[in-house]
């Protein structure tokens, strides 16, 4: 679908109106949690028309995808961050140590250790995040929460990486109170890492998206990842 300049900045700023009502809301200040912007499926002009409305970190699902826009924008001034947020098998991790800004998709050790090997010295260290199921589905990527902090140890011993924080893709579920008491778990145990590493730079909570970015905001988050509502719906190949 073909985007108007207008079109994509009136949706970012709804999203942006709707993140700084949402951190009044929870007695936040409006500038406490970064929004990310979910590019999959659309094009690389679109990024760059929303990147000319200010906004700076994109996130790609796809690696290969992302790496095509991640070159195509090279030249975009200032620089934009560029977040994997899909999954990463290990014959994909090259591609994320080499390209991306941050890997928030990172929920075993192995790939933790590749992303680190392969993690051009030239460049800044990768931020990650570690994946956690919070709610326990059964098909979902990620660690459980009960591994969180033995994995997030080790981690922090991975010298071409810096431990950032936790991502957590909930089910959905009916009711704003009911997405604030998952995203609260989140939470809690986010804190709980936090004070276990005592790390400073241990500092991002990337949860919520378009749908419940409101109670994920009550509850804590950081960064909240938003595709739909700035891009539009997508339309996948068959």
Known sequence: MKHTDTQLSDNLRAVQARIAAACVASGRSVDAVQLLAVSKTFSADDVRQVAACGQ??????????????????????????????????????????????????????????????QRPAHLAPLNVCLQVNIDGGETKSGIAPADVLGLATEVTKLPRLVLRGLMTIPDPVD??????????????????VKAAL????????SMGMTGDLEAAVQA?????????????????AA
């Open 56 to 117: 700076r970190d994109f996130g790609e699902n796809y690696i290969q995808e992302g790496v095509d826009k991640i070159t195509a924008l090279q030249g975009v001034a200032p620089a934009l961050v560029w977040h994997c947020i899909g999954p990463m098998q290990s014959n994909k991790t090259k591609l994320v140590a080499e390209h991306f800004d941050w890997a928030h998709t990172v929920d075993r050790l192995k790939i933790a250790q590749r992303l680190s090997d």
């Open 198 to 205: 005592n790390l400073p730079q241990f500092d991002t909570l």
């Open 220 to 236: 804590g988050s950081t960064m909240v990842r938003v595709g739909t509502a700035i891009f539009g719906g997508r339309t996948y």
């Open 175 to 192: 009711g704003f109170d009911a997405q604030v008491a998952v995203h609260a778990k989140a939470r809690a145990l986010f804190d709980e």
